[in-house]
């Protein structure tokens, strides 16, 4: 699943305390020497990122990954460059490929077209509906209550498939799946339709249906999908995205993600981003 769909259909350690408990100053970089010479400023943090893609990214530094991006950058000791450009066709080939930035804060396990870190996070695929409606309960798009139900769903991603084999795309809502974000913002689009009533559910990538409705938790409910049996899958693990010949910088990163993932948790967190363990059951917030 390439980046510039992971962000439309989606959209990536337990030792955080060895710093807090006095780790001396330059641990983490230790072998950052060799990690230097894959860079081409050590000094530093180059970000490729989206300027307009909340809640990943966005050039005021309002988004999880920009947060994460600050922290890893001052683990490192260094300072925060971005190179931006949107996220759709050509993103890693104008980005990284370019050698214009050293880093994809997101990228999706499983993908070539970058090397990628060890996950930071494990998402999923999520329903969106209203809290104590006749939808309330819903786990499954095989679920006999979605029959006959207006669906609101970006076009071409995963869950998509899903709708399909289950014989519901007759009542689907189609949502672009790539836009100019400078003017359209299809998930927010999805959800202000869902509290409208102009559909009675939403299926978005779980980070930004988490982001969204953060505010509204009384009123909406967030519903990753775990239970499909069939079609493409709907979880995710997302770590971070360097070029293939970066060997040393990725195994940088990856110790930055094992030292550091409590706070990394948090900050995920305090988006409203539904994480998941590895028995598939979310976290708590």
């Not at 999520?126 to 499954?140: F, P, S």
């Not at 979605?146 to 609101?152: P, T």
């Not at 775990?226 to 360097?242: C, D, F, N, S, W």
Request: proline fraction near 7%; aromatic fraction near 6%; charge should be negative.
């Amino acid at each position: 699943m390439a980046r510039g769909p992971v962000r439309s259909l989606l959209f990536g350690g337990l030792l955080a305390a060895v710093l807090a408990a006095g780790a001396p100053p330059g641990a983490l970089a230790e072998g950052a020497d060799d990690a230097a010479l894959e860079l081409v400023d050590p000094d530093v943090l180059r970000v490729c990122a989206d300027p307009r893609d909340l809640p990943f990214s966005n050039e005021a530094g309002e988004g999880f990954e920009n947060k994460i991006a600050d922290l890893l950058a001052k683990k490192l000791g260094k300072s925060v460059a971005y190179a931006y450009y949107p996220n759709s066709t050509g993103f890693v080939r104008n980005t990284l490929n370019a050698h214009r930035c050293d880093v994809i804060m997101g990228m999706p396990q499983g993908e070539d077209i970058a090397q990628v870190t060890n996950p930071y996070y494990r998402a999923s695929y999520a329903l969106v509906v209203k809290a104590g409606g006749d939808l309330d309960g819903v786990e499954t798009l095989s679920d006999p209550k979605l029959k006959g139900k207006k669906i609101g769903l970006v076009a071409g991603t995963p869950p998509a498939t899903m709708v399909a084999l289950n014989g519901l795309m007759s009542t689907v809502k189609p949502y672009p799946l790539v836009v100019d974000t400078r003017a359209d913002a299809p998930p927010a689009d999805m959800i202000r339709d869902l509290k409208n009533g102009d559909i009675d559910v939403a299926i978005l990538w779980g980070p930004i249906a988490g982001s969204l409705t953060r505010d509204s938790k009384d009123t909406l409910k967030v519903v990753p999908l775990l239970h499909e049996t069939k079609g493409p899958r709907m979880v995710y693990r997302v770590g971070m995205a360097v070029r293939h010949s970066d060997q040393e910088w990725k195994r940088e990163l990856n110790r930055f993600i094992a030292e550091n993932q409590a706070e990394i948790d948090k900050i995920l967190a305090s988006y409203g981003v539904p994480l998941l363990d590895e028995s598939d059951k979310v976290k708590a917030n």
